[in-house]
C-alpha cells in the first residue's frame, strides 16, 4: 500500500528491495517481511575486504548519498569499494508506516530502535551479501547513530567508523528539538492522531516542521552570510517556502515520526547498562569523530565528549557554516573537506 | 478588561501606572491611553544627572530586573541611581491585549514597534520625570533592542548604552525562530484566531511554545552538564513541566505575540532607509555590546558584526553556558560578570 508518489525508483532510485524476512523488534512486536532498499556501486574485490556500508539519515535516502558522497576519485570510490547504501527502515523506500498493510500501516506501525535497524543491516550485510567484515562504516546524523551502534554491537565486522554529525548516545536536548518537530506535525488537526489520507492533509504541520528545520538545521552564520542567496534563493521566505518546505511536504508524516522516534532514542549504552564509556569501549574500529562546526543539534562539544571513550578515535571537526545540513552538500567546501578525512581514514590499517 | 490573573502587583509589583496619553504607533493608528507600567528604585541627585533606563524584555517584567539585576552595592545600585525599569508595551502591566477595552481587545490590538516603545519612554522620561539624560540604559534581549533604539534616535540622551543579548537590528535567523514561537501559538485550535476566552484555552500551543524556548534559549552545553539538576529539576521533563511551561502558561497568548511581533522586526536601520552602519554610526552613547557566549538566537558573532559601526563601543562578551536564558540569572558567574562589566560602563566618562 504505497499511496505516496514521492516515494519512487523515479526520485530515488536506482534501489533494490532486499527481504530479510522476520525482524524482532526491540521494542516488542516484529516485522514480517522486513525489506530494506540497498543502493550499491561499484563489486566486491575477491577477498570480500572492499565493502563499505553507509546507513541514512532523517528523511534522506540513498540518493543524496550517491549525488553528494560517491563516485571515481572520492573517498568512497566505486572503482576501488563495494558500496552500499542502506535505506532506514522508516525512510519510506525500506520498510515503512506508510507502505505496510492493515495492522502496521500508518499510525500502527510500531516503534523502531536504531539498534533494529542495525540488525536489519547485519542480516543483508552476512547472509544476503555473505560478508564478515566492513572496511568502513559512515553515515551522518542518524546514519552516524547507526555507525556507532555498528561500531558497538559488531566490533569485529567493523573495520573503520566515520560518524559524521551525529552521536552514539542522544542528547536531552537534542531529544527535545526531536520532540519540538513531531509536535509540529503532529498538533495539525489534519493529521489526526496519524489517520490522515494523505500528506497533504498535514500540510500545516509539515510546513512548521520544516522552519523548525530552518532554525536548527543550518546556523546563524549562515544566515548572517546570506548563505540562502549563494543557493539560489533571494529571500529568506523564497529560501524557507521552495527550499525548506518544497524538501518536506511531500513526505510521509508517520514516515517522519518513525525516523523521529528512533533519533530520538539512539544510544548505544544500552548494551551496557547505561554505560557509555563501557559501551564505547567496546568499539575496534578505527573511528574519525566527525561532527559539523556550526551544528545547532550535534554540536561538536557533544561529539568530543564521546570521542574520549573510544580507543582508536581521533576527533576531525569539520568546518562549515551551513551547519548541519551541510549533509546536503550545500557547501563544496565542507564536501570536500569531509571527502578528504575519509580518505585519511580509509589509508588507516584495520586494527581488527 | 484584565481577565489574566498573572499579571497583577502581587506577582510583579510594587509598580506604578503613567498615562502618557495619545500614542501615535509607526504601523499607523495610536494607543488612545498609553499606560506603561513603571517601577523605580533610588532617587533623583539634584542635577538631575544619575537616571538609568530598563527595558524589559519578551515575557519579562521589572520584577526580574529588580530581583536579578538591582541592589545596593550592585552596578544598578539604587542608592547611586535613579532606576527606572519600563515594563515593555504588550508585557501584560503596561498598555496590551488582554487589558485593553473592546476595540483594541486581544486581537484587535495594533502591532507595535521598538521605536513605539522608545517613543513612550521617551514621553515618560522627558515629560513626567522631567529628564534631558539618561547615565544608562541598559536591557537584556527585546530589552536590548529598545536600548539600540533609544541610543540611535535620542543620541544626544544616551550616555552610555548596554545592550546585552541582543541586537540592533534582528536578524533573518531570529525572525524564523520567532515565527516558530509564534506559530506554536496560533496553530492551536483554543487559540481561534486569537479570541480564546482564557489562556488555558491555549495550553497546548503555550506548552510548545515554551518546549521551543527550552530547545534555544538556553544551550546544548546547559544540557551536556545537567545544569537542570543544578537548578532543581531531577530530569529535563520535570525542568520543561515545571520551570518553562509553568513559566510561560499563565501568560496571556495575545500578549506573548504583541511582543513576539515587535521583537521580529526591531530594526534600528528604519532611521536610515535601511542603512545599518548609518544608524549605528549616530550612536554618541559609550556602548558596552554584550552578548551572551552560548546565546543560540542572538549569538556573539550577530551582535559583534554591529558593534564595530558604533564609535565609543567596546565588545564586551559575557560567558555563560546558560546561553540567552542567562538573562533570569540562573548563572550567578553571568550575573558577577553583568554587573563588573555594568560598573565599568559607569566608571568611564560620558561623551556627549
Redesign the interface.
Known amino acids: 500500500m504505497n499511496t505516496n508518489p514521492y516515494y519512487t525508483q523515479e526520485n530515488h532510485g536506482p534501489y533494490e528491495h532486499y527481504n530479510i524476512g522476520k525482524l524482532e523488534l526491540e521494542e516488542g512486536g516484529y516485522l514480517e517481511n522486513c525489506t530494506l532498499a540497498v543502493a550499491t556501486f561499484g563489486s566486491l574485490n575477491s577477498d570480500l575486504s572492499n565493502a563499505i556500508l553507509v546507513p541514512t539519515w532523517y528523511s534522506g535516502t540513498s540518493k543524496i548519498m550517491e549525488q553528494v558522497y560517491i563516485g571515481p576519485g572520492k573517498a568512497l570510490d566505486p572503482e576501488k569499494y563495494f558500496i552500499i547504501v542502506v535505506n532506514q527502515i522508516g525512510s519510506g523506500l525500506s520498510t515503512s508506516p506508510h507502505n505496510q498493510t492493515a495492522d502496521q500501516h500508518g499510525a500502527c506501525f510500531p516503534n523502531i530502535r536504531i539498534g533494529d535497524d542495525v540488525r536489519a543491516q547485519h542480516q543483508l550485510i552476512t547472509q544476503i551479501f555473505k560478508l564478515s567484515r566492513l572496511a568502513l562504516v559512515v553515515g551522518g546524523s542518524m546514519g552516524a547513530q547507526q555507525t556507532y551502534e555498528w561500531a558497538v554491537r559488531y566490533p569485529d565486522m567493523v573495520e573503520r567508523a566515520a560518524p559524521i554529525a551525529g552521536t552514539a548516545r542522544n542528547?536531552?536536548?537534542?531529544?527535545?528539538?526531536a520532540?519540538?518537530l513531531i509536535?509540529?506535525i503532529t498538533?495539525?488537526?489534519g493529521f489526526n492522531q496519524g489517520n490522515y489520507n494523505v500528506a497533504e492533509d498535514v500540510t500545516?504541520g509539515l510546513r512548521?516542521h520544516a522552519?523548525?528545520w530552518?532554525?536548527?538545521g543550518?546556523?546563524?552564520?549562515?544566515?548572517?552570510q546570506?548563505r540562502h542567496k549563494a543557493l539560489g534563493f533571494d529571500s529568506?521566505a523564497t529560501f524557507?517556502d521552495q527550499f525548506m518546505v518544497g524538501y518536506f511536504s511531500p513526505m510521509d508524516p508517520n514516515n517522519l515520526l518513525c525516523m523521529a522516534w528512533k533519533w530520538q532514542r539512539g544510544d548505544v549504552s544500552r548494551h551496557t547498562g547505561g554505560d557509555l564509556a563501557a559501551a564505547l569501549g567496546r568499539i575496534r574500529a578505527i573511528t574519525y569523530v566527525m561532527p559539523i562546526s556550526h551544528d545547532?543539534?550535534f554540536?561538536p562539544?557533544?561529539c568530543q565528549?564521546e570521542q574520549k571513550f573510544i580507543s582508536h578515535s581521533a576527533f576531525k571537526p569539520i568546518s562549515s557554516i551551513d551547519g548541519h545540513l551541510a549533509l546536503f552538500g550545500t557547501d563544496a567546501n565542507f564536501v570536500e573537506q569531509v571527502d578528504l578525512t575519509l580518505k585519511e581514514l580509509l589509508a588507516t590499517s584495520a586494527i581488527i
Chains 1, 2 share one sequence.
Open positions: 542528547t536531552e536536548h537534542d531529544f527535545v528539538y520532540d519540538t509536535e509540529a498538533s495539525d488537526p500545516d512548521r522552519k523548525l530552518t532554525v536548527m543550518w546556523s546563524t552564520e549562515f544566515f548572517r546570506q529568506v524557507i545547532m543539534f554540536p562539544s557533544d565528549s
